[in-house]
């Protein structure tokens, strides 16, 4: 059976930017791993000089080796695309990026950021990971989902931006202190309550996410297809 | 001037069923008494035998005298409808409730459970309070919001029924225990944790509206229609 | 682990009427019992006197049962609500109907018709389904699907109604020819081409679907909600 | 030809109550019959003892008479339905009084209120009027269009109701005149500028909806359905 | 009359590369010139070295040709734009070469492709397009339509890319060979099936649209904008 | 109070291009000033040779400066972005030049332009508007509108772009003339009737505006967000 939660067993989280990852699917990361699936994470861009400060940028790098290590992630592979400036890199080569990670990782399930996100790095990594996951060839992905992120996906424009309604919940009950864990290795990265990127927070939404489906925590994400084959079991 | 937050100087909440008001504005009703504001709650239902324990339903409007109480409300109003049958009321009979209502408080703001809710009846009491603030003749509420209500508005069908995408946030930080209490009050309603309608739900939710907007505690409202004069000030 | 494929081990299919099920769950039905997974099917109407000629509805449940026998379904359940009068019958007993038979056969996964189609006894049957399926209590069914209509679906109001965008897809290549078959078994039903409800139609429609996500048939799916836990394996 | 503008040699337009189809339509109406094509209106609905002044529905009825004269109506059809009351009317009912209706005109443009209309007597004459216009059997409207009414289509909940967004647009440059006379004979249903249904609010919305195309008043119209042949010409 | 079918007289058909203009219209464009119509194609985009191998262009501007050939288009029009670079084209740029083509060919009918196509080039072509086509001044094309692609429309985000929902249809039942011919002429293009860029996905997608109207094929679009002028006949 | 109407007192408005923000809030920032607010407007771009003529960039500055002196504009800042080219200004520094004018202002309200006009620059602006606003840190404004503006709003793809629904409503009964007078300062931006951008046009939308909220002339906006703490008063 393909395109089924087996599809998981091989899954590739793509990330803009360094812990966005953990935000968005850090406690599903944390189950699946747990569960022996193999993780991987592609972080798309990586900040550059003068716009970043190049200790911060090896700072976040190394919270992102031990966030990922807590979560058990199989491989984190680096597209080093410039940060916060996605809109100036050529559309084909953003696809071209994306697609090159997707053919060598080869994942059952893919997991997006959310189009919908105020971030524009983070809708043109959404509209190029669909790119790089079109529904033709031998080996597409038979899974794509899209995760949330908070100081993001919550900050668009309602009712004109595409909007972030979940249909599909991965409970999280027994991996959100691991995902919080992960999230406190990004020290420079997390905020002091009431910021929205603060621990506080993301405690809050997994409950949230949680009680909706009836558990003490869950991670939420909106389907963007899922093709099933009931013969491949 | 008319249609600001003075609108909320006279405030109508419409609750479905009792309780509905406490999870989706209980803050807001607190921080708006202690401001000196006048807060009325109109609830719609009633349950009837045999759909209902009359026993039941007299706790239960113990319970929400007690809450309003902790709340400050100035009046509660019973429309008396019959619960869960809301459907089976001719709309121009539930029109003719909520515009008696509406005339008869000539509320500042008027505030609505949200009509992409799973309940029906809050579908129908959206609907019928919208068409009783219609902004025609010499008195309508220059000031209409949706509230969310937990255990309804996140389990209807994303994508498919109407969205609740908050754009107006009440900071609640200082009345949010006040919001929890007043829940409490309703012991009969409540349920244990993870259920959606649990006390720690609702503090989640609070906390989760709060950070959108940078604060620690927020109640978030859909606008339906805002009418400002700057000259009746 | 819940909420995956292994959901669809017991699988219930809700028909607002007979033949719907098999116009858009119909190879899915197959595909299922060839994998030895229990499928239920709930007709939730029937034609009464005087709208409909009590011979043709007797013709309609025979040609029923030979579509079922031919697709393996497990059971079908008549929940005998009257036909294209649906919205003559109370909102909540409805909900009860459809409650009682997802309490009785405790599904992994619903099928439901969808709440776009033109037909008011199919948006119903969906609301219901839903209400049915609220995710509390101990037995949910983790899956939610809804289904396309030939001659429903296509015919409501572009922009207007709720738009069928197919997010799940089941590879139905080796099923197709028993989904005709048991179409075709509903003679009185079936339409001369170019008619919607044709045999033709059915077919071109299966292989648009198919074409859609690489494969040579499929049946495509809206997901309302799927509630996933690595642990349950 | 069909399907094309000559598909208009033929129109119904679809009133839920007498006047809604002046507001709606009554340039397009007058410029029609001046181009020699012929014109039905179906008034669904009658105001009835004791919801509605018997005096006053026999007014109405006059005033309609008068309008229907000025802009050359061919046959005015009186369903008879209840005022304010058809969501009481069973919905088959309703679709048989509008398939009857269809039947006997076999328009070619059929012209309906908008689903997204704040009346609930508007949203269900859509809704059954669109079921009678099913895109099957040898003589359904190759055109179906909604039209918008002040007073109901504006007052309907943004980003919640379905939106008027009007892609059709006739010019009634020409019978502009004569629309805002076909509605003064109304003169028991205008109200006094600024409310929404007075002559001032008609014709700046004709004024609005010419400038969007570059004319100098036009009737806006969403477009439901368009079926063309090149070759019935 | 304007802004009626007439204005199919003189039409043009906007493709982002050689062939979307086939796949989604060649069926009308065929209806067209059989019934006397002069029909434009513009082709924007040309694939460039080193991204795209010259002999391959050659070859499809060839086959292009040969297809519009068996249409019976008037004129092909290449705007020489970089294929799968659009978006690195400066959007004005883009806005002053569509322009300067609708300019030229002063369309009654102006037919683009989809804006919710997953294809940027597709997407950028829709924008431009419809600022080409803004309704002012002397000139502007009366009927603007989009039409739909297979591997391009299908393949978006669902519920968060703009959706093809189409309300206009035209009967391609007798030139639907001809649409096929023409698309086989792009020999390069076609892809074996189940592709969705095959011709038996083509001609099941015939069917689909064609049933949904009572006819044995035809091509869907989506309104943008018609504006009739009963007059003018 | 803070995030009440109060927020108004220090307003800015932003504009893609001199004139945009009289078309879309002449009559409000008239109204602002006459109540002793301060409105600041930022002009987002500039013409630039060779795409424009700099006699008339020079014209347009001028009547653009007798327009806000007209409507009692405190400041007027010039970001100095090349006209109908944005689209080619690096996302991060159009954000930082949005950033930049909030932090200088510190608006409580913030008036930008609409992301569905059809106009490049309009989206933009309203998309880095967006960003310079995220609420986080101490001094986001609380409130954030979007208004409309003639030829821009009205000219985009029904059902397709983002679409203008207002929500909130400024009367403007006594400013109107204001408004139209500070536009006719814009000889060489305003055209003749029946164009969009005619005073006659503007005008209409006034009323229509105006009396579906039962006042002679409205300006109306669409909210984006709106924070109130009642305790701030």
Request: aromatic share 8%; net charge negative.
């Amino acid at each position: 059976m393909i395109g089924s939660t087996q599809a998981f067993e091989r899954t590739l989280v793509v990330a803009p930017h360094p812990d966005d990852e953990v935000l968005g699917a850090g406690g599903t990361m944390a189950a699946l791993t747990q569960a022996g699936c193999s993780v991987f994470v592609a972080v798309v861009t990586t900040g550059k000089a003068p716009d970043f400060d190049m200790r911060q940028v090896t700072t976040v790098r190394e919270e992102c080796a031990r966030a990922h290590e807590k979560l058990g992630v199989r491989e984190t592979l680096w597209l080093d695309q410039p940060a916060a400036r996605l809109s100036e890199v050529a559309h084909v080569e953003l696809n071209a990026a994306l697609s090159g990670v997707v053919d060598a990782v080869r994942p059952g399930a893919l997991v997006l950021p959310f189009v919908g996100d105020i971030h524009m790095d983070h809708q043109l990594t959404f509209l190029s990971g669909l790119v790089a996951a079109r529904p033709h060839g031998p080996k597409f992905p038979p899974l794509v989902l899209a995760y949330e992120t908070l100081s993001e996906t919550n900050w668009n424009a309602p009712y004109l931006s595409p909007s972030f309604q979940p249909n599909y919940f991965v409970d999280i009950s027994s991996t959100i202190d691991l995902k919080l864990d992960a999230m406190a290795a990004f020290s420079s990265q997390v905020r002091s309550f009431p910021h929205e990127r603060s621990i506080e927070a993301l405690e809050a939404l997994a409950v949230m996410r949680g009680v909706t489906v009836g558990c003490a925590a869950a991670e939420a994400f909106v389907l963007l297809r899922n093709v099933i084959n009931f013969e491949l079991a």
